[in-house]
């Protein structure tokens, strides 16, 4: 066959076949459209700020954007939330407002999936960038409620004490001190140590090292002051023969120890007397006070450490010994 009959042939008809090429195109056309399906996922929006400024405003109400995933419907399946991250990047911006495009990255599973349409909700965002600004802050521990009944806190110590914050300039110069989570005391004996998180409250402000630190809890036994008074002096030894001719002598003495212990203790408890072996006539004498009390507490103070006593010789003591 010539060109010019198989150009003639081609060209036979032309409007025609024009026609059934376009209506075949838009059919193929609408079957892909058809084999694909649109879903639609909620994901955080990231904010990078890699340069030498950060947002201070703008984004707070807005955490999440929705993409929209066309796909082959076969396809579609395999996809989730975790597919994608959304993402502005104001890493070479300036202060002051701007519009930034968000962006949205795909996982390599992700990328392997043909055909694949994406669009994200809002497609750009508004902001308020600000120099950034990074300082060392204490960490303060937050203590709730109380040790057990004579027990007390002596140390909470906080590791690492201080923690790296980066921010807005304007927020992050106002910025004291970060506390930690609540840490409960309440009716604890014995310490312990644990792990817990720093509230962080402030959008625009993150913690270099970490949300968690270490928290020591020192718990010991709470002490306690009692003043005992009138409590009676035993002549001991008393050779035979004598008897004390003075008013038996009292003392007054202040104990110290924790409070399960001293709250117990009692006068009875309590063994104050004098050794009057070497007594050998009837007069007055000077004693050396002794003090025997529980191990557990200590005597801080007492009232004197002699004693001053009169004893007599009798006759008739002695004949009913």
């Not at 004291?176 to 962080?200: C, P, W, Y």
């Amino acid at each position: 066959m010539n060109t010019k009959r198989l150009l003639e042939r081609v060209t036979k008809n032309w409007p025609v076949k024009a026609i059934c090429f376009v209506l075949a195109i838009l059919i193929y056309f609408f079957h892909q459209m058809d084999m694909l399906k649109t879903n639609v996922y909620t994901i955080p929006l990231e904010i990078r700020a890699n340069g030498s400024v950060i947002p201070v405003s703008g984004n707070e109400n807005l955490r999440y954007v929705r993409v929209f995933v066309r796909a082959n419907k076969d396809s579609i399946s395999s996809i989730s939330e975790n597919t994608f991250k959304a993402f502005v990047d104001v890493s070479s911006e300036k202060e002051g407002i701007v519009q930034c495009p968000v962006y949205i990255d795909v996982s390599e599973k992700g990328l392997l999936i043909d055909p694949l349409e994406l669009s994200a909700r809002p497609e750009k965002v508004e902001l308020k960038l600000e120099k950034k600004l990074s300082k060392a802050v204490p960490v303060r521990p937050s203590i709730a409620g109380k040790p057990a009944y004579g027990y007390k806190s002596s140390s909470v110590v906080v590791e690492p004490a201080h923690v790296t914050v980066v921010g807005p300039e304007s927020m992050i110069s106002e910025m004291q001190s970060l506390s930690t989570q609540a840490i409960s005391l309440e009716g604890v004996r014995n310490g312990f140590e644990k792990d817990v998180s720093i509230l962080n409250t402030n959008y625009f402000v993150s913690i270099l090292e970490g949300q968690k630190v270490n928290v020591n809890v020192s718990i010991v036994p709470e002490g306690m002051v009692k003043e005992m008074e009138k409590i009676p002096v035993s002549m001991e030894n008393l050779p035979l023969g004598f008897r004390l001719a003075s008013d038996t002598p009292v003392i007054s003495l202040t104990l110290e120890g924790r409070v399960l212990d001293i709250e117990k203790v009692t006068a009875k408890q309590i063994r104050a007397f004098c050794d009057c072996s070497n007594v050998e006539e009837s007069g007055e004498y000077e004693f050396p006070l002794q003090l025997d009390v529980p191990s557990s507490l200590k005597i801080t103070s007492q009232s004197t450490d002699k004693i001053m006593v009169r004893f007599e010789f009798s006759v008739e003591d002695n004949t009913r010994r």
